[in-house]
T-cell receptor, first 114, second 108 residues
Framework: DAGVIQSPRHEVTEMGQEVTLRCKPISGHNSLFWYRQTMMRGLELLIYFNNNVPIDDSGMPEDRFSAKMPNASFSTLKIQPSEPRDSAVYFC????????????FGEGSWLTVV | GQQVMQIPQYQHVQEGEDFTTYCNSSTTLSNIQWYKQRPGGHPVFLIQLVKSGEVKKQKRLTFQFGEAKKNSSLHITATQTTDVGTYFCASNTGKLIFGQGTTLQVKP
């Protein structure tokens, strides 16, 4: 079984540019999460979806960040315009609402904004 | 909202020594999950505890959930260099809220 797939794995971009991070959750999972990880702030939940509907976006830092989930197999996290303080590892994760409710993480997108 | 506090933030041990990380909450937790993140990697699920006073073991790892369901611990016996990484506790209420993590360094 393929795990959570994220792209790009690494991105370096200039301040002011638009960044789009992509995620394909595990097939059959109906919850999807976007996390950001930095040394200073640890693992922060940005937003999560259930059955493609955004449930809680209280962790989204500001209006420059937006996330969409147009269907059960795809989600995007967009930053426009990007700033150096957005540099972080962005993880997408998914889970099933059945059983233990384990959350499976992708390998992350390492973003550097210069 | 529900938050979990984790201590210590860092721990350096000599290979073969034991290691413990603690997770505390001011509110009762419905469950607690533990994850491990290797350097440069992503968090990987280790275990979930649900019952008051529950104890689970995975080889050299022992996980406990407090009687009041407000605290949890992870204990590693006789650490090895492969145990290096950051250990997170997390409260799962539909969304997963992580503690700050304990980063373990093991000196060979």
């Amino acid at each position: 079984d393929a795990g959570v797939i994220q792209s790009p794995r690494h991105e370096v971009t200039e301040m002011g540019q638009e960044v789009t991070l992509r995620c394909k959750p595990i097939s059959g999972h109906n919850s999807l999460f976007w996390y950001r990880q930095t040394m200073m702030r640890g693992l922060e939940l940005l937003i999560y979806f259930n059955n493609n509907v955004p449930i809680d976006d209280s962790g989204m830092p500001e209006d420059r960040f937006s996330a969409k989930m147009p269907n059960a197999s795809f989600s995007t996290l967009k930053i426009q315009p990007s700033e150096p303080r957005d540099s972080a590892v962005y993880f997408c994760a998914s889970s099933s609402n059945r059983g233990v409710n384990t959350i499976y993480f992708g390998e992350g997108s390492w973003l550097t904004v210069v | 909202g529900q938050q979990v506090m984790q201590i210590p933030q860092y721990q350096h041990v000599q290979e073969g020594e034991d290691f413990t990380t603690y997770c505390n909450s001011s509110t009762t937790l419905s469950n607690i999950q533990w994850y491990k993140q290797r350097p440069g990697g992503h968090p990987v699920f280790l275990i979930q505890l649900v019952k008051s006073g529950e104890v689970k073991k995975q080889k050299r790892l022992t996980f406990q959930f407090g009687e009041a369901k407000k605290n949890s611990s992870l204990h590693i016996t006789a650490t090895q260099t492969t145990d290096v990484g950051t250990y997170f506790c997390a409260s799962n209420t539909g969304k997963l809220i992580f503690g700050q993590g304990t980063t373990l360094q093991v000196k060979p």
